[in-house]
């Protein structure tokens, strides 16, 4: 390491309070404790839901939000599944991905009129009654109605919970933002003023 090389580790020492230049901060991207500390807050929330509602799913609070973050990254059902390391979970991914109130428009496309359906539960019919008179199996109606059922409970909540997980991510985005922008600065202003042509 040249004096210049030397003088400029020094410096970057200095100003970001560092040991070593090799050595980070606890918080930044991609520790243990950020991924922690993102996860326990997403399992809480998971954890909350599943106390007020009658989840369905038979997947863990820890793979709901593996669920979670796929949903939010934009991954399909299939690559959740992948990433929950067995591919034909895909339709278990989805019943649990309702559960958690994380809807997708293509939830909506029922082969009838979903305000049909809304009227004859309204009115108590059975799902024997439902798909008789949509002409769909009752399996089709089980389906159709869970996203109804969801639909309103997201209403009565006031979407609180799909709030909730966007906040835990938001502010994770935030934090990885504010942290890249504090490395950058101070990296900035360790180097501000210094010759950029070192030769070794």
């Known amino acids: 390491m040249d004096e210049k090389t030397e003088e400029l ?3 970057f020492m200095d100003v970001t309070d560092e040991s070593t230049v090799t050595e980070r ?9 950020s991924e922690t500390e993102l996860h326990e807050r997403l399992e809480a929330v998971v954890a909350q839901m599943r106390e007020r509602y009658d989840f ?6 820890e ?7 796929g949903y939010y990254a934009g991954d399909s059902d299939a690559e959740i599944a992948r990433e929950l390391g067995d591919a034909s979970l895909g339709k278990t991914v989805a019943r649990a991905r309702v559960d958690l109130h994380l809807l997708r428009d293509a939830d909506a496309d029922a082969p009838f009129d979903l305000d049909e359906l809304r009227e004859l539960l309204d009115e108590e019919a059975s799902t024997a009654d439902c798909a008789d008179a949509l002409d769909v199996s009752e ?3 089980r389906r159709y109605r869970r996203i109804i059922e969801t639909k309103r409970e997201m209403r009565t909540v006031n979407d609180r919970f799909t709030d909730e997980f966007e906040n835990v991510l938001r502010d994770r985005e935030l934090s990885d933002r504010m ?3 504090m490395q950058k600065d101070g990296l900035d202003d360790a180097t501000e003023g210094m010759e950029t042509n070192v030769s070794f």
């Open 25 to 33: 901060q606890e918080e930044t991207h991609g520790s243990l404790s």
């Open 63 to 69: 793979e709901l939000v593996t669920v979670v973050r």
């Open 56 to 61: 369905g799913t038979t997947l863990s609070d």
């Open 179 to 181: 942290t890249e922008e």
């Open 139 to 141: 399996s089709t109606i």
């Open 9 to 11: 580790r020094d410096i």
